[in-house]
């Protein structure tokens, strides 16, 4: 875990309401695997850093996340201009295991779910492996513009771009399932592959298990901090009537 002052060093729209920042932190560049996240720090009056997966780590040491502005703090990251800083602590949490003997893996992602996706297909390729990756939005207009994979499919509810219908549903069998999106997403998910491994969407104050702020209910009872055991967890393992199915961020 590294604790630098990242200056941003790029900004891009990738879809109606989304965004990729990039900013320079070449130690966590180079230590970060996919589903781990960083705790970007505001300073400006901003009490609680914000988390954020890593979308792209790259070998010039550079990584990048994904946000749309929902609250004031969201909203003061894509205010910033290249060369304004940001305090970053990472790489944090739990990611994707993609070790072991699974030839074929399919990625789904659900709005916002793309945040560890580029990061998910890089690390499975150089794990030898064949990447699929299913990307789903309401519309065409919410769709990430931004995929990598052996094969993309899209998705959109209400039939605009791609397969009409939910990005569960138009993802294929493989030998290994990687998730990320809305906790109701991720119930799906788990219903029909309980042994997929899924990157939740959690409330998180500290990010390094202090604060108990990210508790994740669990089947066999009790509950995980998410900053630590997870943020990936194994479907079946969570306890999805207990999670709210969708986050309010209006303080993100």
Not at 17 to 34: M, N, S, T, Y
Not at 93 to 98: C, P, Y
Not at 121 to 134: I, L, S
Not at 179 to 188: D, E, T, Y
Request: with cysteine; proline share 5%.
């Amino acid at each position: 875990m590294r604790l630098l002052d990242a200056p941003l060093v790029g900004k891009r729209r990738v879809s109606r309401d989304i965004w990729v920042l990039g900013f320079e932190a070449p130690a966590i560049a180079e230590e970060v695997r996919a589903g781990q996240f960083v705790n970007l720090g505001l300073g400006r009056g901003f009490m609680l850093r914000r988390p954020f997966s890593v979308y792209r780590a790259t070998a010039d040491g550079r990584i990048e996340v994904v946000l749309k502005a929902v609250g004031e703090g969201t909203a003061a990251l894509l205010a910033m201009r290249e060369g304004d800083s940001v305090s970053c602590l990472g790489p944090l949490g739990r990611g994707f295991d993609l070790g072991g003997d699974a030839t074929t893996v399919t990625l789904i992602s659900g709005g916002l779910g793309v945040a560890p996706m580029p990061l998910a297909a890089r690390d499975a390729r150089d794990a030898g492996k064949q990447v699929t990756w299913v990307h789903g939005a309401r519309t065409a207009d919410e769709l990430c513009e931004e995929a990598d994979g052996d094969a993309v499919v899209l998705a959109t509810d209400d039939g605009s771009s791609g397969f009409a219908g939910s990005a569960v549903a138009a993802a294929p069998e493989s030998d290994l399932v990687l998730a990320c999106g809305p906790n109701r997403m991720l119930a799906a998910v788990a219903a029909r592959w309980p042994d997929a491994q899924v990157a939740l969407e959690t409330y998180m104050g500290c990010g390094t298990g202090v604060c108990l702020g990210c508790a994740v209910p669990l089947v066999r009872g009790g509950y995980d901090r998410a900053c630590t055991e997870g943020p990936v967890y194994r479907a079946a393992d969570v306890d999805w009537s207990a999670l709210p199915s969708h986050l309010h961020y209006a303080i993100a």
